[in-house]
């Protein structure tokens, strides 16, 4: 079993919908979790940074973290064609800067 | 703006061939990190290293190796290509430990025949 499980779609929403993504861990000691968006051809950027359990709003973004259920889940509001992107979930212990990602999810918004 | 630049967008090699890959950042970073990406794998760490001449293995370092004479430059290095080294290879830069941003280059496409 994987340390970081994430589905990897593709999913397909239409352009206003809610894109809704999660991962799932099982190492109990992460404590920093992060989404980044890679779009196709390029390297990944950060887009959401949390610490802990909680949410953290950006913008049309939306991170949430639940760690009784070791679940993190990234909301995307009035979703937009150019939120095309492959979504990778990254978490990392409190010590070390190591991170371990999930497989990424493929986000289509169609027009 | 912040920059990590990877020399080779696209390289096609034959098995048995040595191969470099090269990484270079201009943000003054101590971190710097080779990650592999597969399909439905995610991002694999390789090796990283947090100052110069310092080197760590990751998740999946056999075949691999690295060096970092410099600070801003870290070299990935294949001695002998396998067709299982197939990937597209993403070069990584952070500030320091407390700091878990990742800035990325475009990363290396390597097809190995």
């Known amino acids: 079993q994987k340390e970081v499980e994430q589905d990897p779609g593709p999913l397909s929403v239409p352009e206003g919908a809610i894109v809704s993504l999660n991962c799932t861990y099982s190492n109990s000691a992460f404590q920093y979790f992060m989404w980044y968006r890679q779009y196709s051809r390029k390297g990944p950027e950060l887009l959401m940074y949390t610490y802990s359990s909680g949410n953290k709003e950006d913008g049309r973004f939306t991170a949430q973290v639940d760690k009784s259920s070791k679940y993190i889940s990234l909301f995307i509001r009035d979703s937009q064609p150019s939120d095309s992107a492959t979504y990778l979930c990254a978490m990392r212990e409190a010590a070390g800067n190591k991170l371990t990602f999930g497989g990424g999810t493929r986000v289509l918004v169609k027009p | 703006d912040v920059k990590v630049t990877q020399s080779s967008r696209y390289l096609v090699k034959r098995t048995g061939e040595k191969v470099f890959l090269e990484c270079v950042q201009d943000?003054?970073?101590?971190?710097m990190f080779w990650y592999r990406q597969d399909p439905g794998l995610g991002l694999r760490l390789i090796y990283f290293s947090y100052d110069v001449k310092m080197k760590e293995k990751g998740d999946i370092p056999e075949g691999y190796s690295v060096s970092r004479e410099k600070k801003e430059r870290f070299s990935l290095i294949l001695e002998s290509a396998s067709t299982n080294q197939t990937s597209m290879y993403l070069c990584?830069?952070?500030?320091?430990?407390?700091?878990?941003?990742?800035?990325f280059g475009e990363g290396s496409r390597l097809t190995v025949l």
């Open positions: 943000m003054d970073h101590e971190n």
């Open positions: 990584a830069s952070s500030l320091g430990v407390s700091h878990g941003e990742l800035f």
